[in-house]
């Protein structure tokens, strides 16, 4: 991840904290060794590569939100859509 990057991570709060939510992810021996390979060449954990991954995707998809959003505006939310988005607390609208 570049410095960039990190810091808009971390001004997000998705760096830093206490790691408490642990997941297990499924993958297959050929997924799972190429991780692990990568992983090692970066001089990371498997867990940290993963992570890392998954925070760079995070912040592009927050940047693709922010886009569509400035084209769209915010526009009224109407009785139908609001099921969609009744969990809408997260990252992605700071």
Request: charged share 35%; proline share 2%; hydrophobic share 30%.
């Amino acid at each position: 991840m570049r410095t960039d990057e990190m810091n808009e991570a971390r001004e997000l709060g998705f760096l830093g904290g206490k790691l408490d939510n642990p997941v297990t992810v499924k993958f297959n021996d050929l997924t799972d060794e190429s991780i692990e390979g990568v992983a090692n060449a970066s001089d990371m954990t498997k867990a940290d590569w993963i992570r890392e991954a998954c925070i760079e995707k995070l912040l592009v998809e927050r940047r693709k939100f922010n886009r569509m959003r400035k084209v769209w505006g915010h526009p009224k939310e109407t009785r139908d859509a609001r099921g969609c988005h009744e969990n809408t607390g997260s990252n992605l609208e700071q």
